[in-house]
């Protein structure tokens, strides 16, 4: 036999709140050869980790794997027994999990961890595992790979941490290994390192590898076939060459393209040497938190001496990894988090520190919109009831006046009317993203502050709400202050960008991306956006000088 | 009731049988305590039985107490004191240590930490010496036995509250609302509230339990309602003395305590869920 795992006519059926059954696997079959890589790709809910999943047998709670075959080097692991199963999963397939901070025990070492599976299944004595697991862990480039074991999980980085999970899959000679999503949480310049290691040691020791992502560029350095599913069913399979070049279903075009959004087409008249005062001005602002120090600054400064202005009508994007500060930025703009230090000037008037010094109409016209949907709406309270709140705080609208409102707006983001009478939970999450935008309109701002509007979405929802930010601004006027970690969300909204690195404003971009990064943190972030050619990573080639100073690998 | 449950089914809640037999349980007590004068067979002071600890018989439902008292109608007339002044009690503590725990969980700083270590320090006194104390210093009456349980019971539910409201409280939807300049009655009474109200209901049956109990225990020492009347608690301390024979007057007060707290218990457990289907 060819093929080490072949999946034939797979279907998995889900049991909903009221007992209804979904099918949410429709009869999925491909094969993976030995030594092979191949990727999952699709949206949130196309059902790509499910379908890993059943590579081990494992159908999460409430699923039921309900038909067809998962046969992996010879076994079926739909009919086999749980304990069948259980001796096949970390010997034969092992998974690494997409978070490795919440996958490690934060109480155990992570050697005790790495070489688990050795115990569990009784494979080699302690010692040999240790030195195995060693030189799996300098495979993976990993820094003092003697004694890294010895440490905790929280003594090492996110980048490690994911690394380490690795060695974990492979301590016990897998066959085949499923990567779910394990460089989405990570920033890119750690993203790099981590694919590097990834990719060398799957070629070094020819295991076959399942990678599932939402995200084509990252799949595109890695894998050798991509299948790409929607709705439970596969799209189109080919190789990565073919899908990337010459892709055949509508579907993976339409993928593709929104992964390249648009340039952004300036609606308005260049403003040739405006004399009218900026919208937002931001002097200065020092800000953090912990315990007040004796120079009147908190102990952890998240915001060092920040600066910019913003004039009405253009957008400026804020952009840098986690931990630099740039929601932050956001939250001290809006009044949550009052700075040590500073000054904001808005639309003529010196900002209070808090949202509660500030007046009703200064708070009106600046509104925030936050990353994830999902928290930002009161999940007990109907739609109608989030947006009807701003009317009445805001405007003083009585219930007539707010139901034509609602109607109004939710017509604006392109919801139904009837959406307003479902709770967040029943909304997808671009419609819920689609809610919280409408709630900032409600208002009547004049200023929105999107803190990674999209960065939780699909890359096809996500390029849908970054048009509709855009007709928005042209019907009202709007300008975005657009924070986000992905380069190409801000190439295609903000005329204006300044890029942030530990709470420090590194470079200013007045004419937006095009012109090119000047400093060398900037030069390093942007040459570590995955590009959508496969030859892309190995042909990358940094500065270590540079890696160095700024990664946090 | 078959009614109601099949409409509550009609509206999309689930309620399953054990849920329902709760309900029946606190329902039955509670429209006993609303009736029971109307109900009971004889007057709970008078001696209608020469026999003392009498049996179970045609006459007496549930025989007769150490005085030759009807046990069926002072069980009915207790029901009032229980249920009652429990339910007084629960609704005083749980309103005040609820309001209290999510206006601390929201405003925070140095109110919720007077507030916590001022609830601490009550909370770290015995609830039942407590009790004791109180009543034996201002003498027993209702209102005095109903401030008592509701002061002993506030600071549970003040904690309780207070570590629900807490985490709601760091959801991205409270600090929206900050945002828009909200004030701290329109963040506790409509951001907070609606989202801890499930556990918060639970916690409220719980401390009615507990308060049941407590409230039996006193009536048990002698000083909670006072002769002639008599809660269930008290109904057990005054035939304690037919145990050795088995009587039913001491066995159906303690049965009557066990069906209620069961009964609160059960039905929190299993209220209704409203069924929430996406596509439907």
Known sequence: MTNLVEIRDLKIEAKSDAGRIIEIIRGVSFDIAEGEIVALIGESGSGKTTIALSLMGYARSGCRISGGSVTLAGKDMVTLSERARAKVRGTEVSYVPQSAAAAFNPAQTIMEQVIEITRIHDLMPPAQAEARAVDLFKALSLPNAETIGSRYPHQVSGGQLQRLSAAMALIADPKLVIFDEPTTALDVTTQIEVLRAFKSVMKKSAIAGIYVSHDLAVVAQIADRIVVLKGGEIQEIGTTEQILKAPAHAYTRELLAAFEPKHYARPLAETVASPKPPLLEVLDITAGYGPIQVDGLPLMKALKSVSFRLEAGRNLGVIGESGCGKSTLARVIAGILPQAKGDIIFDGRQMAQTAAARQKEELRKLQMVFQFADTALNPSKSIGDILGRPLSFYHGMNARAREARIGQLLDMVRLPSTVRHRRAAELSGGQKQRVNLARALAADPKLILCDEITSALDTVVAAAILDLLKELQRELGLSYMFISHDLSTVRAICDEVIVMYQGEKVEDMPTGLDQGPQHPYSKLLFSSVPKLDPGWLDGLEQDPELVRAFAKR | ?280
């Open chain 2, 1 to 280: 009731m078959v009614r109601s449950f099949f409409s509550l089914r009609a509206a999309g809640y689930r309620f399953n049988l054990v849920g329902l037999i709760g309900f029946c349980l606190v329902a039955g007590w509670a429209i006993v305590a609303l009736s029971a004068p109307l109900i009971i067979p004889y007057p709970i002071g008078e001696i209608v039985d020469y026999d003392y600890f009498g049996p179970i018989s045609g006459q007496f439902w549930l025989g007769s107490d150490y005085l030759g008292r009807d046990i069926l109608s002072r069980i009915l007339m207790g029901a009032r004191y229980t249920v009652g002044i429990s339910l007084l009690a629960v609704m005083i503590s749980c309103s005040v240590g609820v309001t209290l725990g999510m206006t601390a969980a929201v405003i925070g700083g140095w109110l919720d930490t007077l507030l916590s270590r001022f609830l601490d320090a009550l909370n770290s006194i015995p609830s039942k010496l407590f009790g004791l104390v109180v009543v034996a210093g201002i003498g027993s009456s209702i209102p005095v036995l109903v401030c008592t349980l509701a002061v002993i019971y506030t600071p549970g539910a003040y904690r309780f509250a207070r570590a629900l409201s807490v985490n709601i409280n760091t959801m991205d939807f409270v600090t929206v609302s900050r945002a828009r300049g909200e004030g701290t009655f329109f963040l506790i009474r409509s951001e907070i509230l609606p989202n801890i109200i499930g556990p918060v209901l639970a916690d409220l049956g719980l401390r009615f339990v507990f308060i049941v109990l407590l409230l039996s225990g006193l009536s048990f020492l002698g000083l909670g309602v006072q002769p002639p009347n008599a809660d269930w608690g008290a109904l057990v301390r005054e035939n304690i003395g037919g145990l050795p024979f088995g009587a039913p007057a001491v066995m159906f007060p303690s049965i009557a305590i066990a069906s209620l707290t069961i009964g609160v218990n059960l039905l929190i457990d299993n209220l209704p869920q409203k069924i929430r289907d996406r596509s439907q």
